[in-house]
């Protein structure tokens, strides 16, 4: 395997010396931090949150092996609280918390970001239609002559935290059914590659806005490192999705988060990737939505292959009998699908 230990967890004894991974895998070493050595806390609010994943001026350091706790706002900025509310109000499309500069992370290493907890810090969330955006109805990149864009909505939806319970409510009857709370953050990533600053509604190679059920609680996520300190954020809070997003959004709210940071030097991924104690999973992300699947598949065969010795051929018809894959949205400027595959399927580690 290559980004973390067999059950997705990096044990990090107090010296900073990694035990429980085959340090053969990764020649150039590990280094981190007792987690107990490092505790940044930050407060997200509107004068200090961010539109884009890029080059800024960082809000705090955190050290490898350190633990974050932050919050983010939802992707209006939490101005949408009622029917009614304008969506003029929105000033800022998914605003991001941070960067935080992780100390001792350099260009060509691996972002190692477990996700400790996410709870919502609301008790209700919004969702919204807007013209022109949706996996279903005419956009900028594809237009239909024959439709009007379809008209501007919200929807709101109470929370019941205590039974993890999220009601929704027709606009257009008296129909209401619950789902179940299960929190996730939309965005969470890196700055990119060359200088670049990427909108915080694209996702890309350095992660951003994925939309991805897998940015959950005991999943690890691998980002790669592009420039100094790594430049993490993250935002856009979801209590629930549907896979695709396809109308636009999720059930949005502002979040409170804790991670834990491990860096892998000298050794970065190429596209994100997630593991937990039972899968491995990779994304593929860019458009056409086939595209998007091929980076996907090609990702997790040659994790299959480098990580847990299966030729490339056995992993690709492995992974053909009993991987998954699912859109976790269609609605951004790329499109992001996620492979999974069991471990129970795959050979020990070499």
């Known amino acids: 395997m290559e980004f973390g230990d067999d059950d997705g967890r990096i044990r990090v004894k107090k010296l900073g010396i ?44 955190v050290k490898a092996g350190g633990v974050l706790e932050a919050n983010s706002l939802d992707c209006f900025g939490n101005v949408l609280q009622k029917p009614g509310d304008p969506f003029s109000l929105i000033k800022i499309d998914n605003p991001l918390t941070g960067p935080f500069f992780i100390d001792g992370a350099e260009p060509g290493d691996t972002l190692v970001v477990h996700i400790l907890d996410l709870q919502v810090d609301s008790k209700q969330g919004v969702g919204t239609f807007a013209p022109g955006f949706g996996a279903a109805n005419p956009t900028h990149y594809t237009p239909m002559l024959e439709k009007e864009p379809l008209p501007e909505r919200a929807w709101y939806y109470p929370i019941d935290a205590e039974k993890k319970l999220i009601t929704f409510q027709a606009t257009d009857s008296d129909f209401k059914v619950q789902f179940p709370l299960k929190p996730f953050l939309g965005c969470i990533g890196v700055a990119p590659a060359n200088g670049e600053a990427r909108s915080s509604i694209v996702p890309a190679e350095f992660g951003g806005n994925m939309d991805a059920p897998e940015v959950s609680p005991g999943n690890t996520l691998y980002l790669p490192v592009n420039v100094k300190g790594a430049l993490f954020y993250f935002g856009d809070g979801h209590a629930a999705m549907g896979d695709g997003e396809v109308a636009g959004s999720a059930v949005e709210v502002p979040m409170r988060a804790k991670f834990r940071f491990d860096l892998v030097k000298g050794k970065s991924t190429g ?6 104690d039972r899968e491995i999973m990779t994304t593929g992300i860019y458009r056409p939505v086939d595209d998007a699947v091929r980076i996907a598949v090609v990702e997790i065969v040659h994790w299959m292959h480098r990580s847990y010795g299966l030729s490339e051929l056995d992993a690709y018809e492995l992974f053909s009998k009993v991987g998954k894959l699912h859109l976790t949205e269609m609605v951004d400027p790329n499109y992001v699908v996620v492979a999974s595959m069991e471990k129970r399927y795959l050979p020990a580690k070499k």
């Open 18 to 61: 990694i035990a429980g991974m085959a340090l053969t895998l990764w020649p150039a070493g590990i280094w981190a931090q007792s987690p107990e050595d490092h505790v940044v806390r930050f407060k997200g609010t509107m004068e200090n949150v961010k539109a884009t994943f890029g080059p800024a001026e960082p809000v705090a350091h």
């Open 271 to 276: 596209w994100p990737r997630f593991e937990n």
